[in-house]
């Protein structure tokens, strides 16, 4: 199983980025994807999550109306695109697998995802 998350960076305030978290090794008909993040100084957080089978997203109220998470089956790839980004959203993001039905209660409990991609850095800075 691998998970490898790419297209971080630099980008100035009210910016975009799109970052891809390219999965092999699991069935996302069965698995769902989640993205964390861990800002300097912080513990991880759970920033949106995708089920291919229930259809249903869900996301972190602080990201809600800016992010946007999606899935294309046939690349395996699994994506957030980012808009409207601040300063705070300045982190590590990680994207992980998780082969149990994320619900409202429980998508960002990071205990519940089964493997895990190595990150990939954002910067949101003036």
């Known amino acids: 199983v691998q998970l490898v998350e790419s297209g971080g960076g630099f980008v100035q305030p009210g910016g975009s980025l799109r970052l891809s978290c390219a999965v092999s090794?699991?069935?996302?008909?069965?698995?769902?994807i989640g993205w964390f993040r861990q800002a300097p100084g912080k513990e991880r957080e759970g920033v949106s999550c995708?089920?291919?089978?229930?259809?249903?997203?869900f996301y972190a109220g602080s990201v809600r109306d800016r992010f946007t998470i999606s899935i294309d089956t046939a690349k395996r790839t699994v994506y957030l695109q980012m808009n409207s980004l601040k300063p705070e959203d300045t982190a590590v993001y990680y994207c992980?697998?998780?082969?149990?039905?994320?619900?409202?209660?429980?998508?960002?409990?990071?205990?519940?995802?089964?493997?895990w991609g190595q990150g990939t850095l954002v910067t949101v800075s003036s």
């Open positions: 992980a697998a998780r082969n149990t039905s994320p619900i409202t209660s429980t998508w960002s409990q990071e205990s519940d995802y089964n493997y």
């Open positions: 995708i089920s291919r089978s229930s259809g249903r997203k």
């Open positions: 090794g699991v069935n996302l008909d069965y698995y769902s």
